[in-house]
């Protein structure tokens, strides 16, 4: 769902060309298709004194937040650089804000298996935290429609 509001903010607030908002979004899904498995294995087997996620997360989040910056921000030194520099911004940004987020999302969706040994109370907490998870986005839907209607 996310990629609409990027090809949207692309297209229409950049200015980019439809091929190349295309190419920005499948730079980032290619990259997280590639990354995510690559992380899981990493973190299962890299050790740190932070922590086996803990790493992860720091990294991932060192990662996120400037790329995130840099896709939804507009700075004016893209328009010096040119139109092939600006379009390579733009495919390269999305290509790491995925390695970062998978990063940050392989250590936390891992986490329920290192806090309990047993099945039973493993799954109890896979299923409480999909089941905020579910709760959170019809919330943030919920919200989302009401602001539509009232503004």
Not at 2 to 15: P, R
Not at 17 to 22: I, K
Not at 76 to 100: K, Q
Request: with cysteine; aromatic share 16%; hydrophobic share 50%.
């Amino acid at each position: 769902m996310w990629f609409i509001y990027m090809s949207y903010f692309l297209l229409e607030v950049v200015g980019l060309d439809p091929s190349v908002a295309g190419l920005a979004i499948l730079s980032g899904q290619i990259t997280d298709g590639i990354t995510t498995p690559i992380v899981g294995v990493l973190s299962d087997t890299i050790s740190c004194k932070v922590g086996n996620r803990n790493a992860w997360y720091y990294f991932g989040t060192l990662l996120v937040i400037p790329s995130f910056l840099g896709i939804w921000c507009t700075f004016p030194f893209l328009e010096d650089w040119g139109e092939s520099a600006r379009n390579g911004w733009y495919i390269t940004l999305p290509a790491i804000f995925n390695v970062g987020w998978a990063s940050v999302q392989i250590a936390h969706l891992s986490i329920a298996a290192q806090l309990s040994y047993g099945q039973r109370r493993r799954d109890n907490l896979v299923n409480t935290r999909n089941g905020f998870t579910y709760i959170a986005n019809i919330m943030v839907l919920v919200f989302a429609l009401s602001m539509f209607l009232l503004v």
